[in-house]
């Protein structure tokens, strides 16, 4: 079976400057999960779509940070404009659904972004 | 104070001993807990959850406790290969992770 599948692994680009990334997940996993990891830090949940809805984005920084799900599969993550403090390991997950939570997350390889 | 507080170690261990480390939570309405392991530069993988009996796999054994809001995990008969971070996931509204504990195992 196919993981969960983000594009691109890794991209430079300076502050001020746009970046999108892409995430397609497990096949049938109606949820989907942005997260941000910094160096030295855990996951932080950024949204999470249940299908091409969103459950929770009280995370995501959306002065500069989108995201979209429209076909309730794959999904891309912006930002516009990026700061030094976005440097980071942009994770994707999915599940087949959320459980109150229970349902094991899948995580793709991830981007890792640095900011200039 | 943090949602998920995790002691960084890192624990440094040889091969075939026991390790235990322990994860707090701030949140007590938190209804479920993970264990996740990360190895270096590589993405988080399900370790086992957490359920409030406590529960075995092998040679990994975890604990809840709600009164005192931590969870643990206990490695015994440890492995090279059970060096990693290893990340408490805990979730209440949301899901919070800690910021893991360095395990590593030498020969």
């Known amino acids: 079976e196919a993981g969960v599948a983000q594009s691109p692994r890794y991209k430079i680009i300076e502050k001020r400057q746009s970046v999108a990334f892409w995430c397609n997940p497990i096949?049938?996993?109606?949820?989907l999960y942005w997260y941000q990891q910094i160096l030295g830090q855990g996951p932080k949940l950024l949204i999470q779509?249940?299908?091409?809805?969103?459950?929770?984005d009280s995370q995501l920084p959306k002065d500069r940070f989108s995201a979209e799900r429209l076909k309730g599969v794959d999904s891309t993550l912006k930002i516009q404009p990026a700061k030094l403090e976005d440097s980071a390991v942009y994770l994707c997950?999915?599940?087949?659904?959320?459980?109150?939570?229970?349902?094991?997350?899948?995580f793709g390889p991830g981007t890792r972004l640095t900011v200039l | 104070r943090k949602e998920v507080e995790q002691d960084p170690g890192p624990f440094n261990v040889p091969e075939g001993a026991t390790v235990a480390f322990n994860c707090t939570y701030s949140?007590?309405?938190?209804?479920?807990f993970f264990w996740y392991r990360q190895d270096c530069r590589k993405e988080p993988k399900l370790l086992m959850s957490?359920?409030?009996s406590g529960n075995e796999d092998g040679r990994f054994t975890a604990q809840l406790n709600r009164a005192s809001q931590y969870i643990s995990l206990l490695i015994r008969d440890s492995k090279l290969s059970d060096s990693a971070t290893y990340l408490c996931?805990?979730?209440?509204?949301?899901?919070?992770f800690g910021a893991g504990t360095t395990v590593t195992v030498r020969a």
């Open positions: 997950a999915s599940s087949l659904a959320d459980r109150g939570g229970r349902d094991e997350q899948f």
């Open positions: 096949s049938g996993h109606a949820t």
């Open positions: 779509f249940q299908n091409n809805g969103v459950v929770d």
């Open positions: 949140n007590s309405a938190s209804q479920s």
């Open positions: 957490v359920y409030s």
């Open positions: 996931v805990v979730k209440d509204y949301k899901l919070s």
